[in-house]
């Protein structure tokens, strides 16, 4: 049989029965757009909170000390504060380090700016004057160590009522009810995490440098304050690996003040921006493939429904069969025309399903508001397991037509 009537009669098979290919073809396209959208979702949420790692912070190396099994939590997970000034100092002194300092986070409950009062747990950060680069500052300038001052991001600046400016004065009231004040001296460009200790998602920040803040307000309970993590930047991103090994000898080393706290309960994690991106990815890849999976179902359904139509309309076209067989069709030209007609519901239901997915992905990512990202390879993924779909679907009936025996087939009523 001439591909093109075979091709014909299925579009003709199609059309006859308009109600019943529809729904059939529902079955796919339902299939299909949820797992484009799903698909969508996750490329776009990823680019979201991953983003790129930035030339400036690939070469920086993350450093905290926690229990081993919290070692593939994420940054900080179990972090301990044992780091001191001395160490950031010893560790700035070596050859593949041009920067050491610490990183800790302030437990904060409210942040006020002209007389408004806005609730913030987390986002006040105390590390040092490297931590944000000079060519992130939109206004401004960075902050002294030792200075009463604060960089914002545009998130939090934005917060108020009244934006903070440079010049301005906020307040910080800690958990324990203390109050630290801040000169604003920079706004940075964007509201993106400047490392992943702050969990790569945009989020209102204020940056202040550890001395006075942190050291001042420790030092009253204890004699030596300690950080909880230190940044260490290489001098060049080719020095990486040297700066992390030449760091963990420091650490390991009896000169280190960290290794006093840490013995042998606290494990020494060092990790880049890239290794930390790394992990994150996996798990939000795990994820997304067991959403995947569960819309997959979804195309199970549908092909379940081309497979049970295609039968049907074997039994409704028994004489038809018959009359074909009777005039010198060949089994192979029956398994095909019914093979064709379910391959054309699939590419059918995977074209829709995939422009129904592509605008679901684009209302979602709106919604949630993330950066829209399209997976392009699984558009032709989607067709490629439309047309799969349909060839699966279709073998038996198409199989169990090709058996029918014209003389039966002709005879039925």
């Given at each position: ?26 079955g ?52 301990q ?8 100092a ?9 920067a050491?300092?610490?990183?800790t ?37 960075r ?5 009463r ?9 934005g917060?108020?009522?009244e ?32 490392s ?13 440098p ?39 000898g420091?650490?390991?080393?009896d ?11 606290l ?26 999976g ?8 549908g092909?379940?429904?081309?497979a049970?139509?295609?039968l ?26 019914f093979?064709?007609e ?18 679901a992905?684009?209302?979602?990512a ?27 679907a ?9 058996r ?7 005879r039925?009523?």
């Amino acid at each position: 049989m001439n591909p093109l009537t075979g091709f014909r009669m299925s579009w003709r098979a199609i059309r006859s029965h308009k109600l019943r290919s529809t729904l059939t073809t529902l079955g796919v396209v339902i299939g299909v757009a949820a797992v484009i959208t799903f698909v969508t979702l996750g490329a776009s949420l990823q680019a979201g909170i991953i983003g790129e790692v930035s030339p400036d912070d690939q070469r920086n190396v993350y450093a905290w000390a926690a229990p081993e099994n919290s070692s593939n939590q994420g940054p900080l997970s179990g972090a301990q504060p044992v780091f001191t000034e001395r160490d950031t100092a010893e560790l700035e002194k070596l050859e593949a380090v041009s920067a050491a300092y610490g990183y800790t986070p302030l437990p904060a409950q409210t942040v006020n700016h002209d007389g408004q009062r806005i609730p913030r747990q987390d986002g006040v950060v105390a590390t040092g004057t490297e931590y944000v680069d000079e060519d992130e500052i939109a206004e401004g300038r960075r902050f002294e160590m030792g200075a009463r001052e604060a960089v914002l991001n545009p998130a939090m600046a934005g917060a108020f009522e009244e934006n903070v400016t440079v010049g301005d004065n906020i307040t910080v009231t800690l958990l324990g009810g203390q109050q630290i004040e801040a000169t604003v001296v920079g706004i940075t460009k964007t509201s993106d995490s400047r490392s992943p200790f702050e969990g790569f998602n945009p989020s209102p920040r204020v940056y202040v440098p550890i001395n006075p803040y942190y050291t001042e307000l420790v030092s009253q309970a204890v004699e030596t304050p300690r950080f909880s993590a230190v940044v260490v930047e290489a001098t060049g991103v080719g020095q990486v690996e040297t700066a992390k090994e030449q760091v963990r000898g420091y650490l390991d080393s009896d000169q280190s003040d960290a290794e006093e706290l840490a013995g042998d309960e606290l494990t020494y994690q060092l990790q880049t921006s890239t290794e930390l991106l790394g992990q994150l990815e996996a798990i939000l890849g795990q994820l997304q493939a067991f959403v995947i999976g569960i819309a997959a179902l979804s195309l199970l359904v549908g092909s379940i429904g081309i497979a049970n139509i295609m039968l049907v309309s074997v039994t409704e076209r028994t004489r038809e069969i018959g009359i074909m067989k009777a005039v010198g069709a060949q089994k192979r030209d029956i398994i095909a025309l019914f093979i064709t007609e379910a391959v054309v519901i699939g590419i059918i239901g995977s074209v829709l399903g995939t422009l129904l997915g592509l605008a679901a992905g684009y209302l979602g990512a709106q919604y949630i508001d993330i950066p829209l990202t399209y997976p392009v390879e699984w558009f032709g993924i989607a067709v490629g397991v439309g047309i799969l779909v349909g060839v699966l679907a279709g073998l038996y009936p198409a199989w169990s037509a090709a058996r029918t025996d014209p003389i039966d087939a002709l005879r039925y009523e």
